[in-house]
């Protein structure tokens, strides 16, 4: 090898080290902030799907003390109205919604 070609590859050897230094810890910084920003909006997230499950658990606890409570017989009620319509003479067409 010339002599001159060593003497430029000696500075850019040493300036590249530091270089390549500087890249990487940017980037590693950048990907930490990446990291960080979506642990943040999961974070978020996850809160407001833990709060909508609580209230979709509160609703169908409601909906079952309706449906398990003795005194609300659904069915006898369906009945009285189908009685009712019935006796008005309102016909109720179940054969075709068959």
């Known amino acids: 090898m010339d002599t001159g070609i060593v003497a430029l590859l000696i500075p850019v050897m040493a300036l590249s080290i530091p270089i390549f230094a500087i890249v990487t810890h940017h980037r590693r910084k950048v990907e ?17 799907d833990s709060a909508r499950v609580q209230m979709l658990e509160d609703r169908v606890a409601v909906l079952e003390r ?33």
């Open 66 to 98: 309706i449906v398990t409570d003795r005194s609300y017989d659904v069915a006898s009620q369906i009945d009285a109205l189908r009685d009712d319509r019935q006796a008005s003479g309102v016909a109720l067409d179940l054969e075709k919604r068959r």
């Open 32 to 48: 930490e902030m990446r990291l960080e920003a979506a642990r943040t909006t999961n974070g978020a997230q996850g809160a407001q």
